[in-house]
């Protein structure tokens, strides 16, 4: 086990599953990403959205990445999601698997 360094974990919600691995897919193959996981079973989210509480069925995304590539990752699922506001949470990596850690690296660069 190491520091995360770089590492990062981003989470998206997205309103279907093929939106979903459209993204997913899409910066995986920039490599802005090393992975997308895609969370098949709908979760429900519960939001306040133009002075009203609402509720969703949603897919979460959960994308593995690096510091450095978050700019442009953003930008990606800005481009291709299909909401107005898209969720794009940040999560720091505090540690994980040295050889894992090398993977995420090397496949994003």
Known sequence: MKSGGQARIVLVTCGTLIEGRSIGKSVVRKRL????????????????????????????????????????????????????VPEFLVLPVSAASGPY?????????
């Open 33 to 84: 990403a090393a992975c997308a996981t895609l969370i098949l079973g709908p979760v429900q989210s519960i939001y306040r959205w133009k002075e009203k509480v609402e509720t969703a069925r949603e897919h979460l995304l959960v994308i593995k990445t690096t510091q450095k590539k978050l700019e442009e990752l953003e930008k990606e699922v800005m481009r291709k999601h299909s909401y107005d």
């Open 101 to 109: 850690l090398d993977w995420l690296l090397a496949s994003t660069r």
